[in-house]
């Protein structure tokens, strides 16, 4: 899943950025209202957090500019702890509202739930042949088994199976798996995938990661295609 932080104090972003990266997000961060308008214009995100008080062009008007094209749910994460404030972050279209010092694990579970509320966009659960996967709370399992799984493991095989079938090139699976700043360059995705590979198929007959020689990764069952052929 991935994530917008819009927030100018240094402090806070890294930590959003480091907490939410554990947790398995795709993490994104602009220090200003420009520059974050024109990522979440730009890219699709599952939420965006959007502090009020940022450097040029304010929460509020990163949030009217954003409603005019996108319904991306926000949340408004600010020191500002006035009703009349938090009224009009809503009534300008903001989807939850959270208040400075907060507690982490209610953020995650906010933005869990504003996900679960926008299920048109993102599956709570995904399966391709045997393998179970749970969007929300994190788990996946093959054949009943429970698959142990790193943070970042979990996001490279959600990302694969939301589009299973679908062929990824490593570029773009670097976009929706590692933040704006990963270097295509390195073999960070290759690593990622050997290691993704051996839980997911190694101990099972069926494979169902495959790579695509000079295009890419897809994760789908074959097995019926088989079938079918014979």
């Known amino acids: 899943m991935r994530v917008l932080i819009i927030e100018d104090e240094e402090k806070t972003a890294d930590y959003l950025h480091r907490g939410l990266t554990e947790q398995g997000y795709t993490v994104d961060v602009a220090r200003e209202g420009v520059e974050g308008l024109h990522l ?13 008080m940022l450097p040029g062009l304010d929460g509020f008007g990163v949030l009217r500019a954003l409603r005019a094209r996108k319904q991306t749910p926000v949340i408004m994460l600010t020191a500002r702890e006035r009703v009349e404030d938090r009224i009009r972050g809503l009534r300008e279209g903001a989807d939850d509202y959270l ?4 507690s982490f694990l209610e953020l995650v579970a906010r933005l869990q739930a504003l996900t679960r509320r926008s299920g048109g966009h993102e599956p709570v659960q995904v399966t391709v042949a045997d393998l179970w996967i749970d969007l929300i709370s994190r788990k996946a399992s093959r054949n009943g088994l429970r698959l142990d799984l790193t943070a970042k493991e979990f996001s490279l095989l959600s990302v694969l199976a ?5 062929i990824l090139s490593k570029t773009a699976i670097a976009e929706m798996v590692w933040d704006i700043n990963f270097d295509s360059d390195a073999n960070v995705v290759e690593v990622a995938i050997k290691r993704l590979r051996a839980k997911l198929d190694g101990p099972f ?3 169902l990661l495959h790579t695509i020689r ?7 069952s074959r097995l019926q295609e088989k079938t079918s052929a014979s």
Do not use: S, T
Request: glycine share 12%; hydrophobic share 40%.
């Open 162 to 166: 939301r589009r299973q079938g679908e």
């Open 99 to 102: 208040g400075k010092p907060f």
């Open 40 to 52: 979440a214009l730009e890219n699709d995100y599952a939420v965006i957090v959007l502090d009020v």
């Open 214 to 220: 000079g295009m890419g990764y897809v994760l789908e």
């Open 205 to 207: 007959e069926e494979k």
